[in-house]
């Protein structure tokens, strides 16, 4: 008897909290500062031949007021394409801005060097606001 009524408390404040904007579907628009990024480009070698299977990895994070970096505890892991391509889509939080996005390539047959890439984008603020990051690599043989 107990178990079904607290089942039915949790399903009253669940509707409740709903009805106020919390337990929405993505909860970082909801009074949080965000902003929309993009990050593409293509991995080739000296060659100018595409590199399909590397790994390339997405981060952000920013800089404290001592400057010391602070990352975000979760990154973006993907690979590219059969022509080289890589390309991803999020969202980052914007306390405060500016945040800075690294991306690295590595080669997981580790026949390449690994190589990144760091941006830092001033988010102005607004509920439309996209970064959009355009960055090719071009690995070399280790």
Not at 103 to 112: Q, R
Request: contains cysteine; negative net charge; proline residues 4%.
């Amino acid at each position: 008897m107990k178990t079904k009524v607290k089942n039915w408390i949790n399903v009253v404040l669940g509707a409740i909290l709903g009805l106020f904007g919390f337990g929405c579907f993505s909860c970082a628009k909801y009074g949080v500062p965000y902003g929309d990024f993009t990050c593409e480009g293509q991995v080739t070698n000296q060659d100018d031949e595409p590199l399909p299977k590397m790994q390339v990895v997405h981060r952000d994070g920013m800089k404290d007021a001592v400057d010391s970096m602070h990352w975000s505890s979760y990154a973006d892991t993907l690979y590219t394409n059969a022509d080289g391509i890589y390309y991803v889509h999020g969202i980052t939080h914007l306390l405060p801005s500016p945040i800075i996005h690294e991306i690295v390539v590595n080669d997981p047959s580790g026949f390449y060097q690994s190589q990144s890439f760091t941006t830092t984008v001033d988010y102005s603020g607004g509920d439309d606001e996209e970064a959009y990051i355009k960055h090719d690599f071009v690995l070399k043989k280790k």
